[in-house]
């Protein structure tokens, strides 16, 4: 026990490699052991992260967990893990969200075994992000990250996928080439990789780098590589057009993660790296990304709206709702400095909140996924007019989970949603008020879009089309989603043990 | 058990049924209506006991019940959840959970329970059940539960956004049970379906409901906290926030977040310009339109501006110049009155004069509240609520009734509308007994109803308060009464106008029974409310210690609000439009009772006023062409095909076809440069493999042969450099 006890993030983030291995070892034939397998391996890790959870919640502040290694010595960069308020339930959301998707890919059938372990290793990646201390490490398991993804839509995708993952993959990884420049900038200039201690060095640091650049030039140039990489992962307005394509075309479980784990990846960078690193850079810009933010809430809104595919409705709902995590940033940043009355509490609120819708979209935008998983598996549509409504009496469990899910979606108050909108809302007005105000467009639209997806499904009269085509959900899946539920629930009800853990973070991420 | 948990379990069972009937009664009728009943028994005895308590607490309002817990961190602080009942909550607590016991009571005989199901509903058709009983019965009382404790929720919330929490609540139930028969399709196309107006009504309240979030968060920045208490309850508080400038000029942060808070009370109890949902909203099954009409959610909106006034009215004194929140509820209020009543009279839908006199009815509260007339709407949100929800049961009585001879003639007509009634006294008594005092109660009908001394108390309110107000009112009262025995009289007197109306039946005794309870409550309810200062009715109530209401709702405010000096005139007024709007309204229909087939004989002395109204002045047309069209259009079309399509991604596409051509580019060079040469080694290199295929003997012996060679070699290789001989 002790030795769980004492590399508890290091097996979080590595029990999936190995379960990787040991599915590399069952013979490719042995389709059900393989999924069996892989599922019943994923729930280690879901296991070990809900401990992690529960073991940092029970008290403390700042980095705990932490481990240190040697690693790249030469150059300055350890493998050096370890978790605080932010990263703790980031890691909590994969490793609930992952043993679901893997579940929700039962009823794939072809390759399944180089699928299950894409998937276990892109679980590693997530999770490593989420736990590393140290840029090179942090940059590492981005790149790991976007490989098994890459090939998970290339290969399992719908019709237009290879479109979709070069678009996924080019757009991403021209983001990461700053990224890549930037962290070795820094290494260069102090050092180090290590990012605690970056935080206190790095800011403050004033001295002549490369002949002639001054260290405020180098440090802008910096900000702007890492907000672009990040920006673009969101997706932030306007980085967002390879979202709707990757999340439509990934199989079922893709869109799930992708959803629900991988966009968390950028708002969790800004989080992690940019306010800390750039805290002088990112206040004088927050305005243009409170503003980009309201760009994305609001035409993610209206975009969703005017889709006629299912997936591409609830995908362009993951710009919608991003932009409020976006938001709350925004403010974090604007904050910084700031002794005006009551600014430091909004901030606070609004990156609570930020973190929080994180972790609710990571809920619900993966269950809208499932769901639209679960119609196209038997419709073999995603049209929404082809669909044409209706389903509702042939799917009545179907039809109840479609509308609590589509609600935590839509923001219902008594749900997940709603509280961190409600959050960064309100920690968003007092500082960009006319922003905030414009937004709330977006949230009329969130409506909209959401009733749209409902109407064109469930309601009408009984579709004949769909008579014997044994629209309803099956137990397989009733498990899958309802632990998504329960969750939603939860928090809507009593956001408080969650929200607790999110808001100390921040609290000091604010000094 | 302590007051404080009975009040935070008051609005648990209705949730604990929602839950109960969802997961595990959803197959069993009778078991999902009875844990609807009974856990909502459960609440309302609570719910009496609370009240009953509150009535007999010494200076209750001073001191109220409450408790609190914290519910999201907020950096330092806290934002915490809670229960409360002061006086104007007692109030609430009285009716709400009554009406809503006896909406679901009622519902068990509007679905007919206990009838056989129909053989086309036995695959479910989300449509009206053809005949017997609903197949969707236990949704319906799940939905029916979640929609009581949402509004129960909303009564003893301690705060604003636990209110807005029970408001949203049944913003979803109103919703799933205005569509709740989103199967159904009309064979007239511009008639909007269930779905259709279950959307429309979401929506179009969410409009609302955006607005009244930024009052919340606006009102939580400036005080940093959403506690009714700490808020409304504070001088300081109040004062700090009419003296401080919001972002507008001219508006005090109070006045803003008025007016934020208001928006939301606009959407929600259909006011004037979001007043367009409420009618397309009687799609829903009719217990529904009672819930959402009389005792819940349009009741809401009004609670909550009544909840609000300490706020809305911030900085203002008795006969000074109104705040503008309260210029705004006054206006709106008394325009949104005048305007409802007058499309009443030109509707056809024994439903649809309901919703539209519920508008108006709402619109007199807003207004009583923009004059300060806290009390008087506080008074008229419960009478209204009593016989608002006994009407629109007794107009579902009557649907059911006439459905029933539908069924029995196999005539193809609108069973709603009321030129399909007539004579429906004789074949349905108990319903038309109790409509009749519905009516008269809505018409305010002297001093027998309680619609009488409530809306008398409102115009005398306005006579002091405001001129313009007073008359608005005066005018609308005169259509209410007018509308109300036109009903009537086209419902129930003259002749039957079809066969169906001939074999219409009295409906169950689940049906009546709540009929006969509610007209109980529209006739007394009225007397606690009379005003001391009354001739004569005012001492005897008085010494009965009946009429408390004035004193005990007054409690709820820091000051305690002065009753207005009795005063005739506005008496009078009160007196004549509601006696003479009824005599009218006879004169007009019930004296020569209309023939089937004879139009309304209002048509044509009004001529095109009359289409005008029969179209409700084309407010929906023109937000379509305004609102809804173009939404559509921006989104399919500008921020979808233009923005993202073509011009995001046609830039990313062009920046590819770039890289492309680049590519293709240095592919050409590549290939004179770069590729040829090492094109020439492949070519060497495959030459040398085939040469070597010589050794590939398939024999491990061989192989073990080189693979010594190779390490003798390499092994020497690697001693000469560690021994620094090569370097």
Redesign the interface.
Known sequence: MNFVAEHLVSLVVFTPLIGMVLIGLIPSDQKSAIKWAAFLWSLVPAGLSIYLWLAYAAGGVGFRFVEQAVWYAPIGASYHVGVDGISVPMILLTGILTPLALLASFSIQDRIKPYMMLFLMLETGMFGVFASLDLLLFFLFWEIGLVPMYFLINQWGSANRRYASFKFFVYTMAGSLGLLLSIQLIGLSTGTFDIVRLFNIWPGLDKELIAGVPMPTIKTVSFFAFCLAFAIKVPMWPFHTWLPDAHTEAPTAGSMILAGVLLKLGAYGFLRLVLPLFPEQAAAYAPALAFLAMLAIVFGAFAAFGQTDFKRLVAYSSVNHMGFVVLGIAVVARAYGVDAEGWRQSAAIAGTGAVLQMFNHGLSAAAMFFLVGVVYERAHTRDLNELGGGIWQYAPVYGAVMLFCSMSSLGLPGLNGFVSEFAVVRGSWPVFTTVTAIGMLGLLFTGAYILKGIQKVLHGPRNPKWAGHGMEMNAREIVTVAPLMALMLVIGVWPWWLADVINKAVVSLLG | MPIETLIWLIPVPPLLSFFLI?LFA?RNKALSHTIAIVLMAISWIISLYVFLTAITTEHFGAEVFGHSV????????ALNMGVMVDPLTAGMLFFVPLTCLLIFIYSVGYHNFGGRLDPHDV?????PAHNGVEPMYS?FFAFLSLFAFGMLLLVVADNL?MM??G???MG?CS??LI?FW????YDDPKKITP?QA??KA??TT??GD??M??G???L??HT?TLSFREILYNEDVLHHLAETPS?IVGLSVAAMVGLLLFAGTVGKSAQFPLHVWLPDAMEGPTPVSAMIHAATMVSAGVYAMVRMFPLMSAGWHHGEALTPPMMAMGFIGAFTALFASTIAVAQRDVKKVLAYSTISQLGYMIAALGIGAYIAAAFHLITHAFFKALLFLGSGSVIHGVEHGVHHTHEHIDPQDMFNMGALRKKMPITFWTFLIGGFALSGFPFVTAGFWSKDEILADAFVANQLVFWVLVISAFLTAFYTMRQIALTFLGEPRTHSAEHAQETAWTMTTPLVILSFFAIFAGFVGVPEHFPALGELFHNLNVNRFHEFIGGTLIEHPEAVEFNVFPLLASIVVGVGGLTLGWLVYGWKPLKAGQPDPLAKPLGPIYTLLENKYYFDELYDFIFVRP??W????????V??KNI??GF?HGV?RVAVAIGIFFKGAEKVIINDPPDRLADFTQWLGRSFRVIQTGRIQSYLLIVMLVAVAFGGVYYLMLSGLVK
């Not at chain 2, 695959?123 to 449509?127: E, L, N, P, V």
């Not at chain 2, 989103?182 to 399709?185: L, S, T, V, W």
């Not at chain 2, 921006?634 to 095909?641: D, F, G, K, T």
């Open positions: 969802w959803n914290p519910w999201l961190p907020t950096g330092d602080g695959h479910s058709t989300g449509s949704r956004l807005f929490v408001w949203e609540i979803l919703y799933l569509g989103h199967g159904r399709n779905r279950a959307v979401f929506m969410r409009v955006v607005f979030m930024l919340i968060v606006y939580y920045f940093g972002y939404a559509r921006i989104s399919e079309v500008l921020v979808y095909q923005m993202d995001i991604d990313l590819a």
